[in-house]
């Protein structure tokens, strides 16, 4: 009776804790999770600090970081890689140019680390740079602290895809299918370990940003990552999963666009369903997407129902629309 009583309650203990590693821990500053051998995942802390996710992967003989976060972000992720491994960071490879992706590059090259990203990244931020990371550094102190007037840009840029780092241990591919977040994409995959990461691609959560996006484009980009056969998924924000990030994904970019499309050719105008903002208000739409995106949804709908409106009337891809 005692055994019994004792089983049921670790058995009870056990599931709290995992209960709490899936609510809260993993968005943790500091917590890693081990994917594979070798892969570490860190979920960056969004909500409260704007961070991206990282992912740690280990080579023979140096390691080789996937997104250079904020700088902060940078900081943190740095600690764990040196608590986690005596091998030096080698490359850090930035999947797209936004700031909580990009920003920390000059945290990175410092310790000697070489920074690493599709050509598109540099393109994108000669496009929109330096003017967002001057009003990053007016927002943010760990920006500000670098008084530089611009973000650095990757040293190292490839324009045929896969570029391939290889060494005795593990094949690393990092990939550009188009334009989906940004013109600058970036993916990586470990085809053995079948380990994917995804950028801003593809997230676990309402994470989804549409302003610099191609919205039409982004279920195909998805879908053609999507046919490398991912077992792990790990996307720029929100948890780590499997496949199912990717369906989701492209399930949610598809309907959005479905949705917008509808209420276009149903002769709606964009007051209709993004109704102004009274001073102090929150954004709201009328448009409603199936139940099965439900966990992409959340306070961003009524600007993506916005940036899908204007991409679809003006027929140009959201981000070539000037702003
Ligand atoms: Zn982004």
Redesign the pocket.
């Known amino acids: 009776m005692k055994t019994q009583r004792w089983l049921i309650l670790s058995a009870f203990a056990v599931l709290a804790a995992m209960a709490f590693l899936a609510t809260s821990t993993e968005a943790q500053p500091g917590f890693v999770k081990l994917i594979v051998p070798g892969v570490w995942f860190c979920e960056g802390d969004l909500a409260n600090l704007g961070h991206s996710n990282n992912i740690i992967i280990e080579m023979k003989d140096y390691l080789i970081v996937v997104d250079a976060n904020f700088p902060s972000g940078a900081r943190l992720t740095l600690e764990t890689a040196r608590r986690i491994s005596s091998k030096p960071v080698k490359y850090v490879f930035d999947t ?1 140019h ?1 700031g ?2 990009a920003y920390g590059n000059p945290i990175w090259t410092k310790t000697g680390a070489i920074t690493l990203a599709y050509v598109g990244v540099a393109e994108e931020m000669k496009r929109y740079e330096p003017a967002r990371w001057q009003a990053s550094a007016k927002q943010r102190p760990d920006v500000a602290e670098l008084h530089l007037d611009a973000p650095e840009p990757p040293q190292q840029t490839f324009d045929k895809s896969p570029f391939i780092l290889k060494d005795g241990s593990r094949e690393v591919r990092f990939q550009f299918f188009g334009w989906a ?2 013109r600058g994409d970036g993916f990586v995959y470990l085809p053995k370990e079948k380990v994917l990461c995804t ?2 691609a593809a997230v676990n959560g309402p994470h989804n ?1 549409t302003a610099d996006a191609n919205v039409a484009n982004w279920p195909k980009v998805v879908r053609a990552a999507q046919s490398l056969g991912a077992v792990y998924v790990l996307p ?1 924000h929100g948890p780590s999963g499997g496949p199912e990030i990717l369906d989701g994904q492209i399930r949610f970019m598809t309907e959005l666009h479905r949705a917008v499309d509808a209420a276009i050719k149903e002769g709606k105008k964009l007051e209709d369903v993004v109704p102004p903002v009274a001073a102090g208000g929150s954004a709201k739409t009328t448009l409603t997407l199936p139940g099965n995106v439900k966990n992409w949804v959340g306070p961003s709908l009524p600007a993506q129902v916005r940036d899908t409106w204007e991409e679809i009337v003006q027929k140009k891809p959201h981000g070539d629309i000037p702003h």
Request: proline content about 0%.
């Open positions: 797209h936004h909580d992706h977040h940004t950028g801003d940003f720029g």
